[in-house]
């Protein structure tokens, strides 16, 4: 079974960079299509970015394209969510997820291993 652990959230300032790391252990990364996903003090979690098993292909929410990107690193277990010009909307728990199976999904129920997230706080 896959653990995934996130680090890098934070306090920021409105228009600054962060990035956030999500390291997997318990079983061979390469196979899982990765996702980040958000979820806001009284919302729903929602999609943000994922990435296929070989990261060539990525995808972004309409909320963060042209800001935010998605990448990963199969031989550290390790996938990335680098965030620029941050708003105080992306203030959220920033959670990544593993999904196996090829399909770059951005459903949230297809995923099948969830992190215990990290806090992004974006101040104005």
């Known amino acids: 079974q896959v653990q995934l652990v996130e680090s890098g959230g934070g306090l920021v300032q409105a228009g600054d960079s962060l990035s956030v790391s999500c390291a997997a252990s318990?079983?061979?990364?390469?196979?899982?299509?990765m996702g980040w996903f958000r979820q806001a003090q009284g919302k729903e979690r929602e999609f943000v970015a994922a990435?296929?098993?070989?990261?060539?292909?990525?995808y972004n929410a309409d909320s963060v394209k042209g800001r935010f990107a998605i990448s990963r690193d199969n031989a550290k277990n390790t996938v990335y969510l680098q965030m620029n010009s941050l708003k105080p909307e992306d203030t959220a728990v920033y959670y990544c997820?593993?999904?196996?199976?090829?399909?770059?999904?951005?459903?949230?129920?297809?995923?099948?291993?969830w992190g215990q997230g990290t806090q992004v706080t974006v101040s104005s």
């Open positions: 318990g079983g061979t990364f390469a196979p899982f299509v």
């Open positions: 990435i296929s098993r070989s990261g060539a292909r990525t």
């Open positions: 997820a593993a999904r196996t199976g090829y399909i770059t999904s951005m459903k949230l129920h297809e995923y099948d291993y």
